[in-house]
């Protein structure tokens, strides 16, 4: 016994097999589109009853403004806020900026000989040689504004009583 096996298939050529694949392909386009644009039957629907339909549809348009709205709208109004940030940001940078300048124009000063001079004068009182120290004390304590009750109204009443009659 052999284990060939003969079948009877008609031969075809090359341009009807190309025709066919071209029409299954085409009858596969319409079966999908028609079924995305065919009517479902009343008994095949996930909802039946058109006041459910209504409320799901709701529904989803609902979830679907939500992710929208999350998607879009919230990054926009972040996006502004860090805006405004960066702003107050950049203020404070250039005032910083115009603080550094002056400090680093006062640190030039003050690595030359007179700015060392005048800092050590006004920093640690120091005099020159041949110079003689005065303290003149403002009379700012005069007005010194004190709160009221038993020791500062006697405290108010003298430096009262010595700034009208010019007394130390």
Same mark, same amino acid.
């Given at each position: 016994?052999?284990?060939?096996?003969?079948?009877?298939?008609?031969?075809?050529?090359?341009?009807?097999?190309?025709?066919?694949?071209a029409a299954k392909a085409a009858n596969r386009d319409q079966t999908l589109l028609g079924d995305l644009t065919r009517p479902i039957p009343t008994e095949r629907r996930l909802v039946q009853h058109p006041a459910v339909r209504w409320v799901v549809g709701a529904a989803a348009l609902a979830?679907?403004?939500?992710?929208?709205?999350?998607?879009?709208?919230?990054?926009? =109004?972040?996006?502004? %806020?860090?805006? !405004?940030?960066? /702003? &107050?940001?950049? +203020?404070? *940078? =250039?005032?910083?900026? %115009?603080?550094? !300048?002056?400090? /680093? &124009?006062?640190? +030039?000063? *003050?690595?030359?000989?007179?700015?060392?001079?005048?800092?050590?004068?006004?920093?640690? +009182?120091?005099?020159?040689?041949?110079?003689?120290?005065?303290?003149?004390?403002?009379?700012?304590?005069?007005?010194?504004?004190?709160?009221?009750?038993?020791?500062?109204?006697?405290?108010?009443?003298?430096?009262?009583?010595?700034?009208?009659?010019?007394?130390?």
């Amino acid at each position: 016994m052999s284990s060939e096996r003969s079948t009877s298939r008609p031969s075809r050529s090359r341009a009807d097999a190309r025709s066919s694949h071209a029409a299954k392909a085409a009858n596969r386009d319409q079966t999908l589109l028609g079924d995305l644009t065919r009517p479902i039957p009343t008994e095949r629907r996930l909802v039946q009853h058109p006041a459910v339909r209504w409320v799901v549809g709701a529904a989803a348009l609902a979830v679907v403004v939500g992710l929208l709205a999350a998607m879009f709208v919230l990054p926009v =109004e972040t996006w502004r %806020q860090q805006d !405004a940030a960066i /702003a &107050a940001k950049q +203020g404070q *940078l =250039e005032v910083l900026g %115009q603080v550094n !300048a002056k400090m /680093a &124009a006062e640190v +030039g000063h *003050l690595q030359t000989v007179d700015g060392a001079r005048q800092a050590a004068r006004d920093e640690m +009182g120091l005099i020159g040689p041949g110079e003689q120290r005065r303290t003149i004390v403002s009379n700012d304590l005069a007005s010194l504004a004190l709160p009221s009750g038993f020791p500062y109204d006697a405290i108010s009443q003298a430096i009262a009583t010595r700034s009208v009659t010019g007394q130390p």
